[in-house]
């Protein structure tokens, strides 16, 4: 019998979440935030834009602070929501809702 899964570290969520990003070369969990935050603007921006850029760029650098000390991502990932934050930051001074 076979083990068709291909995921070496299967005890728990956490770690297969963890091999799958591994195998998939970290494009997994970027791929993830990504799609949810453009899924969460989509959403809150109907009501009031320049309160959904904040409180979606601060979601992702929580989840993102959450990937990183789970191991998930690198230091490197973990700059771009805080870069997004401050992005979001001067876009509100420019944004009508």
Do not use: C, K
């Amino acid at each position: 019998m076979y083990n068709m899964t291909g995921i070496w570290a299967a005890n728990n969520i956490v770690e297969q979440i963890g091999a799958l990003n591994t195998a998939s070369g970290d494009s997994l969990i970027i791929f993830f935030m990504f799609t949810l935050y453009i899924s969460l603007l989509f959403i809150y921006g109907r009501e009031n834009m320049r309160a959904a850029l904040l409180a979606d760029s601060f979601i992702m650098v929580v989840i993102s602070a959450l990937s990183f000390g789970l191991g998930w991502i690198q230091f490197s990932t973990l700059i771009i929501p805080i870069m997004l934050v401050f992005v979001s930051l001067i876009a509100l001074l420019f944004v009508e809702n």
